[in-house]
């Protein structure tokens, strides 16, 4: 029974990301795409530990670790850049 639900959450998970895809290229502005692209690092992470779970493994541990670091980094970045313009700042006094 839990394999079942669990193959359905993977086929929700699924199909919220590609709408997130869509919206990441026919976003009406840069922070919708911004946000899109968070949501499906999100759903990756989702995805994985679905996957992770249905195969009873603990191998994608790491890389579950991993997607989740990525997506904030690059959240964090595209962020800095819509605000300031650029991602890292260098003082140009010393």
Same mark, same amino acid.
Request: glycine share 6%; no cysteine.
């Given at each position: 029974m +839990?394999?079942?639900? $669990?193959?359905?959450?993977?086929l929700?998970i699924?199909? =919220?990301?590609?709408f997130y ?5 026919k976003?009406?502005?840069t922070?919708?795409r911004v /946000?899109?692209?968070d949501?499906?690092?999100? %759903? ?6 679905? +996957? =992770? ?7 994608f541990?790491?890389?579950?670790? $991993?997607?989740?670091i990525?997506a904030?980094?690059?959240?964090v970045?595209? =962020? ?5 313009g650029?991602? /890292?700042?260098?003082?140009r %006094? =010393?």
């Amino acid at each position: 029974m +839990i394999d079942i639900l $669990l193959q359905i959450a993977l086929l929700i998970i699924s199909i =919220s990301t590609l709408f997130y895809i869509f919206r990441v290229i026919k976003g009406p502005s840069t922070p919708d795409r911004v /946000i899109a692209l968070d949501a499906i690092g999100i %759903n990756l992470v989702g995805i994985t530990t679905i +996957i =992770s779970v249905l195969l009873y493994t603990e191998a994608f541990f790491e890389v579950i670790l $991993l997607i989740g670091i990525l997506a904030f980094v690059g959240t964090v970045s595209f =962020s800095k850049y819509l605000q300031k313009g650029v991602i /890292i700042e260098r003082d140009r %006094n =010393s």
